[in-house]
């Protein structure tokens, strides 16, 4: 998520990283679940927040 600088929809993040899951920079392929219990592990610890719209973004 370090290449997001501005709010983005969780669709919009998905896609990113589902076209890059299962090629030789990286290699090992999940499924949404894994993604969902990502954000919510970088929601945790404050990585990231969720705006009144619903969009992603990045804590500083």
């Known amino acids: 998520m370090s ?3 501005k709010p983005i929809w969780f669709d919009d993040v ?3 990283i ?3 899951t299962g090629t030789p920079d990286w290699p090992a392929v999940h499924g949404v679940e ?3 219990l990502a954000l919510c592990f970088l ?3 404050g990585a990231i927040d969720v705006t ?3 969009e992603l973004v ?3």
Request: charged share 35%.
């Open 14 to 16: 998905w896609v990113r």
């Open 34 to 36: 894994n993604f969902v």
């Open 52 to 54: 009144q719209d619903g």
């Open 58 to 60: 990045r804590c500083d």
């Open 3 to 5: 290449d997001i600088t």
């Open 18 to 20: 589902k076209e890059q």
């Open 43 to 45: 929601y945790s610890v």
